[in-house]
């Protein structure tokens, strides 16, 4: 017994001088070592790391911030507290490299690249480390990775980023078939929206959208989705699907895009005004009103997201002219919803005008699970 009580002593005194940071495993579990019963007996204890999140998928179709959850914690619970470090990455969509996010050590954080000064951990409460991403982006949907490390110990947990969004085809105004892949890139960025994955114009397909002009994907393939077989798109014998062109010259060839864009944290709507305007008078009459000429990407998530439905041609941003609806009636074109285009008018043309105003909303939401 005596014998016991001086290696403990001895123990203690080595672990005293590793302070601040005692760490120690047999490689599985985490070992506490403590005076069980106060009979001076060793006992070695597992103590196990947990790292969890309660929503392991999230979607949002917002712009706005979004909370990852993530916690963790000891079992059974630690006497003293534990230097850990915290570390989140990011696999994007496309498949490319896992990066990272945010690493936390202490009270220390330091956040990566594309991330910089807009990711944090909430720490609502003990082991709380779930990710704040602020200003969300339709490129940061991905699957992200919550990792504890302590010691020689690491748990980690993955949760799916994904944002809900509307897939729309387009064409610049110059015409069709006109756009490079890097073209096509910065046509949707340009409507405030990114291109299309093979993923998303799949699920636009399964909510009936019909296309008949070729368009970018993401992956570098050119593809359109048909619902309805007929001659000039790809004819009677084939099946409804999405027709695929395969990968195609990304500098050579040259077709529309498909576009994905996000619900974003602003309203859009149709200005009322007492007469119609030309392209420049729509556009400064916007500014007249503290908001901007809306982009199409923007239009298309009005219309999708908050069910917008005017049966009025108005200007966008890229001078085209276009009008959303939901309801379908007479005079208001097909018996489907959708975006209804005029294509490119000459800017002298007088109508209405699409506007977009910013909004605040408030953190976390739109957060919704499955
Ligand atoms: C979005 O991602 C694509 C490819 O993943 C990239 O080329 C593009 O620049 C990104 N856009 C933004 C605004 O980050
Ligand atoms: C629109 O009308 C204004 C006059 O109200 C004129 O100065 C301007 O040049 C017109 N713009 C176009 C594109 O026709
Ligand atoms: C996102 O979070 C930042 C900082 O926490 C805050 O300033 C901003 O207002 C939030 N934005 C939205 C849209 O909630």
Redesign the pocket.
């Known amino acids: 017994m005596a014998k016991i009580r001086l290696l403990l002593a001895v123990l203690l005194q080595l672990f005293d001088r590793c302070q601040p940071v005692p760490r120690y495993s047999n490689g599985f579990l985490y070992h506490d070592i403590f005076n069980n019963n106060g009979n001076g007996e060793i006992s070695f204890n597992g103590v196990q790391l947990h790292v969890e999140s309660e929503q392991t998928f999230v979607f949002t179709s917002h712009g706005g911030n979004i909370t990852l959850p993530c916690r963790y914690w000891y079992e059974p619970p630690l006497s003293s507290p534990r230097r850990t470090r915290i570390k989140w990455s990011w696999q994007p969509v496309s498949g490319a490299h896992e990066t990272d996010v945010l690493v936390s050590i202490g009270n220390r954080q330091r956040t990566f690249d594309r991330f910089q000064n807009r990711v944090h951990l909430r720490e609502e409460s003990a082991g709380d480390v779930s990710l704040v991403i602020e200003g969300l982006h339709p490129n940061d949907s991905g699957r992200y990775r919550c990792e504890v490390i302590d010691g020689l110990e690491d748990e980690s947990v993955n949760i799916q980023l994904e944002l809900r969004g509307v897939v729309f085809p387009y064409q610049p105004h110059h015409g069709r078939y006109q756009l490079t892949f890097s073209m096509a890139q910065q046509a949707c960025e340009e409507q405030e929206a990114v291109m299309a994955t093979f993923e998303q114009l799949y699920a636009a397909w399964e909510e009936g959208l019909d296309w008949c002009n070729a368009g970018w994907l993401a992956d570098g393939t050119v593809q359109y989705p048909i619902t309805l077989p007929r001659v000039p798109c790809g004819g009677w014998g084939l099946a409804p699907g999405l027709r695929s062109y395969g990968p195609r010259h990304k500098h050579v060839h040259r077709y529309d895009v498909f576009c994905f864009s996000t619900s974003l944290k602003g309203k859009v709507y149709f200005l009322q005004h007492p007469h119609r305007l030309?392209?420049?008078?729509a556009a400064q009459a916007c500014v007249g009103d503290g908001a901007r000429i809306a982009k199409v990407g923007q239009l298309y998530a009005a219309w999708k997201f908050t069910g917008l439905d005017q049966c009025d041609a108005g200007w966008l941003a890229d001078g085209s002219v276009r009008y959303p609806i939901t309801n379908p009636r007479l005079n208001c074109g097909p018996m489907e919803p959708g975006v209804r285009s005029f294509g490119f008018p000459a800017?002298?043309h007088r109508h209405g005008v699409y506007c977009y105003k910013a909004e605040q909303r408030s953190r976390g939401e739109g957060v919704v699970t499955v």
Do not use: A
Request: proline content about 17%; overall charge neutral; aromatic content about 16%.
């Open positions: 030309n392209f420049t008078e800017p002298r």
